[in-house]
């Protein structure tokens, strides 16, 4: 009999981390093609750093920062009398934080495709940056934030290495799916594991199908035009 | 009255121009590159010249003795772009209403005129792909002149279009100017527009204001003034 519980934590994770990766990202991305400043570079290259580094590895840094005597668990600790380590909010960081770099990979992309002629137009027309942002450079850009979306959500979903640091594997609690593939492997329960691999590539498959019939017939301009 | 006495450092040269203008057309003259966008462009706020003053009405735009820089957004300047920079995602209502800073009744009259004068009153459900490049001229300068600007900005504005639309769209240009009684500056390299639309011509060259050409004065009818 399959478990549903891995599947519904997975997907309430992923979509929890890509609300935080896409209002992050999409900042990010926007703050990097506006500003310039001393050290530009190095902070552009600690954004992308989780795309490369391995996820135990994202996973153990996380582990110094929110783990009992980490700064940020000693702080949840001591003003909220509670911990996030070993919690479902513990993989909701991991995934949040591996997924980053895709959603501000293809925002920073996507905005710089803007033409900046229009950017400037509406600022002549009287609209400050922020209304500039939203009623210009996000709607020409919803095509790349959507491609953004979907693959950081695909990473989110998948994410094993950074969890299972914090999170760890508690049946019931923080188990998510790639965990529940993991160790259903490991206890020689083929048949279960081969049904969760088959859930989540059904699902990360049709999103990203969906992303490409999706993005071939839509260009930036009319999907902005559905949306905004 | 516009006044502007700026200088400003680019590529390969330095562009130095000072001149003033009061409701007429003013043509900034000369071969690409010379610095007539860059001037259009301190004009509007969208670039900050190393040195100088920049007035409207007395009031400063930007002046380097007190550091004062207003912002293209406050500056009541309209910028009709080269391309025209319409906005893709919007249909032409919206184009020409995204300037407008209080949508009342006045306003209202306001775009209605616009419609009728420019003929484009068949046009307001259209998005910009569908528009020729006649209309596109159009919808531009009433989406420029709908947010009430002080002083219209017309980067080479006839350059994309065929011959007969481009007479069309000169008496059309000089009508509103009369109409609005502000003062338009112009910027284009074709003499023949030059002298069809300028009230003054002021001639550039790599940055510096220099006098007519010599066979100037014979082919031109006879209006024109040059600038020193």
């Given at each position: 009999?399959?478990?549903?519980?891995?599947?519904?934590?997975?997907?309430?994770?992923?979509?929890?981390?890509?609300?935080?990766?896409?209002?992050?990202?999409?900042?990010?991305?926007?703050a990097m093609k506006t500003l310039s400043f001393p050290g530009k570079a190095a902070v552009e290259a600690l954004?992308?750093?989780?795309?490369?580094?391995?996820?135990?590895?994202?996973?153990?840094?996380?582990?110094?920062?929110?783990g009992k005597n980490g700064p940020v668990g000693k702080f949840v600790g001591e003003h909220f009398a509670t911990q996030l380590i070993f919690t479902p909010y513990a993989a909701v960081l991991a995934g949040a934080v591996v997924a980053f770099p895709l959603m501000y990979q293809s925002a920073k992309a996507a905005f710089q495709s803007v033409d900046s002629k229009l950017e400037d137009?509406?600022?002549?027309?009287?609209?400050?940056?922020?209304?500039?942002?939203?009623?210009?450079?996000?709607?020409?850009?919803?095509?790349?934030?959507?491609?953004?979306?979907?693959?950081?959500?695909?990473?989110?979903?998948?994410?094993?290495?950074?969890?299972?640091?914090?999170?760890?594997?508690?049946?019931?609690?923080?188990?998510?799916?790639p965990l529940a593939i993991y160790f259903a492997a490991e206890s020689n329960n083929l048949t279960l594991a081969g049904l969760y691999v088959l859930i989540?590539?059904?699902?990360?498959?049709?999103?990203?199908?969906?992303?490409?019939?999706?993005?071939?017939?839509?260009?930036?301009?009319?999907?902005?035009?559905?949306?905004? | 009255m516009l006044h502007i006495d700026i200088t400003k450092q680019l590529s390969d040269f330095e562009l130095r121009i000072k001149f003033?203008?009061?409701?007429?057309?003013?043509?900034?003259?000369?071969?690409?590159?010379?610095?007539?966008?860059?001037?259009?462009?301190?004009?509007?706020?969208?670039?900050?010249?190393?040195?100088?003053?920049?007035?409207?009405?007395?009031?400063?735009?930007?002046?380097?003795?007190?550091?004062?820089?207003?912002?293209?957004?406050?500056?009541?300047?309209?910028y009709m772009f080269q391309d025209y920079a319409l906005f893709p995602h919007m249909n032409v209502h919206r184009n020409i209403w995204y300037g407008v800073r209080k949508g009342d009744a006045k306003a209202q009259e306001l775009y209605k005129k616009l419609l009728r004068l420019l003929k484009i009153d068949q046009l307001t459900e259209r998005f910009i792909d569908k528009l020729s490049g006649g209309e596109k001229q159009r919808v531009a300068l009433a989406r420029a002149l709908m947010a009430e600007p002080d002083i219209l900005l017309l980067d080479e504005p006839l350059s994309a279009l065929d011959n007969n639309t481009r007479l069309e769209l000169q008496a059309e240009l000089k009508n509103m100017q009369q109409l609005w009684n502000i003062p338009f500056v112009l910027v284009t390299h074709d003499p023949q527009e030059a002298r069809a639309l300028g009230h003054e011509v002021l001639f550039l060259e790599r940055g510096r204001q220099v006098t007519a050409p010599e066979n100037w004065e014979c082919t031109c009818p006879g209006r024109l003034q040059a600038a020193n």
């Open positions: 009999m399959i478990e549903w519980q891995p599947v519904v934590l997975s997907l309430k994770v992923a979509v929890a981390s890509i609300v935080f990766v896409f209002a992050f990202g999409l900042l990010a991305a926007y954004f992308i750093l989780p795309m490369v580094l391995p996820p135990v590895v994202t996973g153990f840094l996380l582990l110094l920062l929110i137009a509406a600022r002549t027309l009287g609209a400050n940056e922020w209304r500039v942002f939203w009623t210009v450079t996000v709607p020409l850009s919803w095509p790349g934030l959507v491609a953004g979306l979907v693959l950081s959500f695909s990473r989110a979903l998948g994410e094993f290495g950074a969890t299972i640091m914090v999170a760890g594997n508690i049946p019931g609690k923080t188990q998510t799916l989540i590539s059904v699902l990360t498959f049709s999103m990203i199908f969906w992303l490409n019939i999706w993005s071939k017939t839509k260009d930036g301009s009319s999907a902005g035009r559905r949306l905004f | 003033s203008v009061e409701n007429s057309i003013l043509v900034l003259f000369g071969p690409s590159g010379c610095g007539k966008t860059t001037t259009l462009r301190c004009i509007a706020g969208l670039e900050k010249p190393d040195s100088g003053m920049i007035t409207n009405r007395d009031l400063p735009l930007y002046d380097s003795a007190t550091n004062e820089f207003v912002p293209p957004n406050k500056r009541r300047v309209g």
